[in-house]
């Protein structure tokens, strides 16, 4: 299936997990793969540079308007006060232009952009306590995937596709790979008016009841708190991945929260919401290219060591305020850490947040 501008892969063969190993070396030390979970292989205008490392959320609905325990992920209080009895399940969601508009990505609990080949972005949307009927587009898996979703437990990862050196990391690291591919069109949606390689939806539902198994419901990876922590007021942060994905967010003072913008363009999903987020967490990382070849045009597999003993600068954005700190994780299954530049944990407002996963490289500008 076409992975980019240009490019056409197919659909990853169901090999065994013959020789998964031996591939592990750079790919899996870059990620941060760990052993495998038992049920993996059976279940298939300042500017800050690289070099230099009160917003409530919307109002809960009357069915979550209930005392009780929170949502692991956005600090919320669960649905019906109960927080379901299932695994995070991670989608692979375009961000190619021509894949726009997506779906499904205000259900999310946490949504982190990744930087992949060519200059574009793709997304990892995680859903835990809430669900979506519609989803998608979804696309291939990354090696940088592992690194992401290593905190959450063992999740579900679920993709179209993906080269087979990633496959085998996935494989053998904690996540539960599933691969739409493998399944009827009992749980894959082809809404009307999209076209391939953009037209493969799923539904959240549909896949938890397809892993009935899969109740490793995660532990919370954020700190939550009204109060908003010292900061400098900001109005915009721009995160000029490239010309495909030129991000921009903008702090909302009405609706208290900050709205996704490509560039002046509104970030607007199919069915007319714009994409909006109560937390943005500007996340710097080292990029690093290979060893495989990701598609057809040739371009290298986009590598970052997100969770062995890694640490990189940071902005967090809430309330209408940046705060300036760092980022640091130990290993694959802790979360990552959050701190000021003297040491102290950044505390984000109860609700979606946005994670993204910005090289080095790249220049964000934020306005007060």
């Not at 996935?170 to 999209?194: K, M």
Request: glycine letters at 8%; charged letters at 15%; proline letters at 10%.
């Amino acid at each position: 299936m076409r992975q980019g501008p240009g490019a056409v892969r197919s659909l990853r063969p169901r090999t065994p997990l013959r020789g998964a190993l031996a591939l592990l070396g750079a790919g899996c030390l870059l990620a941060g793969c760990a052993s495998a979970h038992p049920d993996t292989a059976k279940n298939r205008a300042k500017t800050t540079t690289s070099s230099t490392p009160s917003t409530s959320p919307p109002s809960p609905s009357a069915d979550e308007a209930t005392t009780g325990p929170d949502c692991p992920l956005t600090g919320t209080p669960a649905p019906h006060g109960t927080v379901p009895d299932r695994s995070a399940l991670a989608v692979k969601v375009d961000n190619y232009p021509t894949a726009r508009p997506q779906s499904g990505l205000t259900a999310a609990d946490i949504v982190f952009e990744e930087p992949v080949e060519g200059g574009i972005t793709r997304y990892v949307a995680v859903f835990q306590c809430r669900g979506t009927s519609v989803v998608g587009p979804v696309r291939s898996a990354r090696n940088i995937d592992i690194g992401i979703l290593g905190e959450l437990g063992h999740p579900l990862l679920v993709h179209v596709g993906g080269i087979q050196p990633v496959i085998n990391n996935i494989l053998a690291s904690p996540i539960n790979d599933f691969e739409l591919g493998d399944y009827t069109t009992s749980i894959v949606q082809h809404p009307p008016g999209r076209v391939a390689p953009y037209d493969t939806y799923t539904s959240t539902t549909a896949v938890w009841q397809m892993r009935p198994t899969a109740t490793d419901v995660p532990q919370p990876v954020f700190t939550y708190t009204s109060a908003v922590p010292a900061g400098s007021p900001v109005s915009t942060v721009s995160i000029p991945f490239s010309s495909y994905s030129p991000v921009v967010w903008k702090y909302d003072k009405k609706t208290r929260t900050f709205l996704r913008f490509y560039n002046t363009t509104p970030d607007v999903l199919s069915n007319g919401v714009q994409n909006s987020a109560s937390n943005v967490i500007v996340q710097f990382v080292h990029i690093y290219y290979g060893p495989w070849v990701e598609n057809s045009e040739g371009a290298l597999e986009v590598q970052a060591n997100l969770a062995t003993h890694a640490s990189g600068k940071a902005i967090v954005l809430r309330n209408g305020v940046e705060i300036s700190g760092q980022w640091s994780r130990a290993s694959l299954t802790q979360p990552t850490s959050f701190t000021t530049t003297s040491g102290q944990p950044i505390t984000l407002q109860p609700g979606t947040t946005w994670v993204e996963l910005v090289p080095t490289t790249v220049s964000v500008t934020t306005t007060p």
